[in-house]
């Protein structure tokens, strides 16, 4: 099969998948496997594209032209395969993770639910995929549109005051900062396709740049820089798999992707040296500021969200620094932060399925009664404070010593805070589960793990976690090739 | 003689003459099927013209045979072509909706004179478009008008009298201040042609009956494309009229307005008057913003979606003057490309509510108003009109994929090649004001639980007769916000000729 029609197949999977879902509503059984059939097909897609890639092919495939020099274009290049591979291959866990979810809390409109999945996978694809500035953003807004549903999915007053929180920020940034910066690379390059070494025209003065950047950056709203990330903790209301796939992978991952995409391949890494310190300090200040926030949250799913919002900035840190090696960090950090928060939030939705539980401070003991659970939040804690074996350790490796050649003593300093204050928001909750005592109305209330679903899919993240540690070759690889010096 | 050169004459007079038929017949099956066919038969006509202004450029028409200056001509350019297939195409696809709609908002003794007053109210608005006598111009307005004012008093409920009574006062002054305008440049060049007249005008520009009748045109106009703060006719007459009409003539009626504005400006006057030597685009521009502003936010706390969605149309509209104060080629665009694509989304959302209303008078007995508290529930009643309104409301917002994103863009190009980064700025968040009231509705339709006496979550979708045009026109939203060739490539094609044309 030739790759163009390869990603025609990656892109139109999903939409398949979705009417499929969509037409065996009755049939709850069948419209499973559909999710789960499309799911391993679409990784199969984007696996085999993926050697071709690596070895230097840029597959792509022209839609249509939306308006001369608008194309509506896909293009895979190395860190947007890392994207999906990521995006498509958590997918096939999560899906199997949601039977058990959505069955075992008996939630309602779960073919709504399948069918905005499937199509917010799509959209994640495109967004991984696309050639050009204009359909990263047409499907970002898609992104956006498509997984506000899920959001919403309870249909309750408070999910829709999340709702609210989450479209009026996405959007808005979107459409207020975004839209203006894509239409002005177009006016001023005549093209918004992505190429290495940047496109804006050359004799670019730096204001300009510096305008540009920070309209980039405050407008993918879904990288949730502070101050525009409260959509994210809002996002919680969603089910927890909504929350696990798509507000740890696949939306809040397009919101960094993008920042790494746009940094090297709108701007280039040499029009930026110099023009990044404000956005290095305020990354780090994001960094520190929702640790601190996640340390005093007891909700279990906000304490997840804050760490999501302080990881997501270790990633914007990164492109900031704009060095060869940190880009590669960054890429890196997109992959191992994937894993291992998809495998936290899936112990926080089997403790509430299985224990009923949401507070922190209501888990005292509950490793003895959900050990596999408890031991897969043990890792998925380990890697996002960067302790080997897990595979956070390899990611922020690359970022650290980024900021040590760079010289940049601050931003060593505050990476090393804040691996402090991960530890600090998330040993103690290993310690409770696993030593103290279970509380006596605990006790009175037996229960066991999760369905079994939910707990084959995070034990199989929590391998994973362990595995990108081990064999994170293929993915440095992929890594490397975004900046042409090091590969 | 082939038909095809007698086109031009044959836009106009098959839907004029349905008309009449339809008066002759005196019943309403007959009349709403000569009226449809008339207006089939002028879209068939226009996507023609259309096609022929690509091959041959600009087509002058001489009715009677008799050559301008003396005789009256019809002149189809790339602009008016572009006009005529969206009034043409509004009428085409609302005339079928509006069978059933009509069977229960108007008396049946009077269905074959609304369908008559339907044929001539599109008569009037293509030949405002086609001809190239100023006077004519006036003759067909007047048409128009009259009609209009009738359609809109059909609306059963009361309050549509006194709505149709105020437009017909508001509607008349601008007329009056339009024909005057005329006079005066009839008094200073003694020629009614347009093209003649322009050419008469140069070298007395300066003179104080040209500035006399720019402004009187201006103003009058202004009126009649309900430009802020001359809007105050439209939201009584969008919210009260019968739901055809309030489609039709959101998506046509102060779409041929800006249309005349702009042949008064840029094939008459010439840019160089109008925005060199008077402070007009200054003008303009502020009210076009405080359209933008004034009139959304007052849309976010409408309780009527009819209403909601009437003052949505004045804030739209303050992007089409905004784009033509510009004064280049892509403001110009911006602008004729927003009139069209604007003219669809309006016209898909406003017949998805009609279609809405005459579930609600299905059931009861009068026509009930779309206020928030009937809409809630709605998604589960009517699934394909509660998410059809949706997508227009994407579009309105300017969400990639849709229409409205599409002159967004243009717009917001034109600004940029101003300088004016402030500007970028305030179309930007006047379009979070759309996210407001748009989302307004999702929470009403998806989110409120519906009443109980709502006979719970029975699905109640409109007839197919109605979703099919409604859905042609949410399918065109789309179709348009993603091939471009059409929409922007016949705006660019105008914007380019007009700019500079009598320099």
């Known amino acids: 099969m030739s790759t163009a029609l390869l990603i025609a197949a990656a892109l139109l999977l999903p939409l398949a998948g979705a009417v499929g879902i969509a037409l065996m509503s009755r049939r709850p059984n069948l419209r499973e496997a559909v999710t789960l059939t499309t799911a391993v097909m679409l990784f199969a897609c984007v696996a085999t594209l993926a050697s071709p890639v690596a070895d230097g092919q840029r597959p792509q495939l022209l839609l249509f ?314 890792i998925g804690a380990l890697s996002l404070i960067g302790i080997p074996p897990a595979a956070g350790f390899v990611s922020k490796w690359f970022i650290v010593s980024s900021a040590v050649e760079g010289g940049h003593h601050a931003v060593v300093a505050v990476l090393i805070l804040s691996t402090l204050l991960n530890a600090a928001y998330f040993l103690p909750i290993v310690h409770a589960a696993f030593f103290k005592p279970l509380s006596a109305d605990d006790a009175a209330h037996p229960h066991g793990e999760a369905p079994w679903q939910m707990v084959l899919a995070l034990t199989a993240t929590a391998a994973g976690t362990i595995a990108l540690f081990f064999f994170s070759a293929p993915l440095l690889r992929l890594s490397q090739q975004l900046v042409p010096g090091l590969s | 003689m082939s038909l095809a050169t007698h086109l031009p004459a044959l836009q106009v007079v098959l839907p004029l003459a349905s008309a009449p038929l339809a008066v002759l017949l005196r019943h309403g099956g007959l009349a709403f099927a000569v009226v449809t066919a008339g207006a089939w038969a002028a879209l068939a006509a226009a996507i023609m013209l259309w096609l022929r202004v690509g091959e041959v450029g600009v087509i002058s028409y001489h009715i009677g045979s008799w050559a301008p200056p003396w005789g009256i001509e019809y002149r189809v350019d790339r602009l008016a072509s572009f006009v005529l297939v969206l009034v043409a195409g509004m009428a085409a696809v609302v005339l079928p909706w509006s069978r059933a709609v009509v069977e229960r908002e108007i008396p049946r003794d009077r269905h074959y004179l609304y369908y008559a007053m339907f044929g001539l109210c599109v008569a009037g608005l293509l030949g405002i478009v086609i001809t190239g006598d100023a006077f004519n111009i006036f003759v067909f307005l007047e048409i128009s008008s009259l009609s209009t004012y009738v359609l809109i008093a059909l609306g059963r409920d009361r309050r549509a009298l006194a709505a149709a009574y105020r437009y017909l006062i508001m509607g008349t002054i601008g007329a009056t201040f339009i024909v005057i305008g005329i006079g005066f440049l009839y008094l200073t060049t003694g020629t009614l042609n347009l093209v003649d007249m322009a050419q008469r005008l140069r070298g007395v520009e300066n003179s104080r009956p040209v500035l006399a009748a720019l402004a009187f045109l201006t103003v009058g106009i202004s009126l009649k494309l309900a430009l802020f703060p001359l809007h105050q006719w439209l939201p009584n007459a969008y919210t009260h009229a019968p739901s055809a009409v309030t489609a039709f003539l959101a998506a046509t009626a102060t779409k041929v307005s800006v249309y005349v504005l702009i042949r008064f400006y840029f094939s008459v006057f010439g840019e160089s008057l109008v925005f060199e030597r008077l402070p007009l685009p200054q003008i303009m521009l502020g009210l076009s913003l405080l359209a933008m502003f004034v009139a959304s936010f007052i849309a976010i706390l409408q309780d009527n979606l009819k209403r909601l969605f009437a003052y949505s149309s004045v804030g739209q509209i303050g992007y089409i003057t905004l784009g033509l104060s510009f004064d280049s080629v892509h403001g110009l665009a911006a602008s004729i490309m927003h009139l069209f694509n604007h003219g669809i989304t309006k016209g898909a959302i406003f017949l998805l509510i009609g279609g809405m209303v005459a579930a609600g008078a299905r059931k009861g007995g009068g026509v009930p108003a779309p206020t928030f508290d009937r809409l809630a529930g709605l998604s589960g009643r009517m699934p394909l009109t509660s998410f059809g309104i949706v997508v227009g409301g994407l579009s ?108």
Request: hydrophobic share 60%; charged share 10%; proline share 4%.
């Open chain 2, 396 to 503: 309105l917002i300017g969400v990639p994929g849709t229409a409205g994103f599409v002159s967004k863009w243009y717009l917001i190009i034109a600004a940029m090649e101003q300088g004016q980064w402030w500007l970028v700025g305030a179309i930007l968040l006047s379009s979070l004001l759309a996210v407001v009231y748009v989302w307004r509705f999702v929470e009403a339709a998806y989110f409120r639980p519906a009443p109980a006496e709502a006979a719970s979550m029975a699905r109640d979708e409109a007839p197919l007769a109605q979703l099919l045009p409604a859905w042609l026109l949410v399918g065109a939203v789309i179709w348009f916000g993603l091939d471009t060739s059409f929409t922007a490539g016949s705006a660019l094609e105008a914007a380019r000729g007009l700019i500079g044309s009598l320099k």
């Open chain 1, 65 to 378: 032209e939306l308006l001369p020099s608008l194309p509506v274009a896909f293009r895979i290049e190395p860190l947007g395969m890392l994207f999906a591979l990521i995006a498509s291959g958590l997918w096939i866990i999560n899906s199997l993770y949601s039977i058990g979810y959505m069955r075992g809390n008996a939630e309602k409109h779960q073919t709504r639910f399948y069918v905005c999945f499937a199509l917010a996978i799509a959209a994640a694809i495109a967004i991984a995929f696309s050639a050009n500035l204009f359909t990263l953003f047409l499907f970002y807004e898609v992104l956006t549109l498509i997984t506000y549903p899920l959001v919403t999915h309870a249909g309750t007053d408070k999910a829709r005051q999340g709702g609210r929180m989450y479209l009026g920020i996405l959007m808005g940034t979107s459409i207020v900062f975004l839209l203006p910066a894509v239409i002005y690379v177009w006016h001023a390059a005549g093209t918004t396709e992505f190429a290495i070494g940047g496109i804006l025209p050359p004799g670019i003065d730096k204001a300009t740049v510096a305008i540009l950047l920070a309209l980039f950056m405050f407008g993918i709203g879904k990288a949730a820089l502070m101050p525009f990330h409260r959509w994210l903790p809002a996002a919680m209301v969603a089910p927890t798999p909504v929350s696990a796939l798509l507000h740890a992978v696949a939306v809040v991952k397009a919101g960094v992707f993008s920042v790494v995409k746009i940094v090297v391949y709108v701007f280039g890494l040499d029009i930026l040296a110099g023009t990044t310190n404000w956005l290095v300090a305020i990354a780090c200040f994001t960094i520190l500021a929702a640790s601190l926030v996640a340390l005093h949250a007891d909700n279990l799913k906000r304490r997840l969200a804050y760490s999501t919002v302080s990881q997501l900035s270790y990633v914007v840190l990164a492109a900031a620094l704009v060095a060869p090696i940190s880009i590669v960090g960054a890429a890196l950090h997109i992959a191992t932060h994937a894993v291992a928060k998809i495998t936290l939030f899936f112990t926080a939705g089997a403790i509430y399925t299985a224990a009923h539980k949401t507070e922190v401070s209501q888990l005292d003991g509950i490793g003895r009664r959900m050990p596999w659970t408890m031991t897969a939040f043990t």
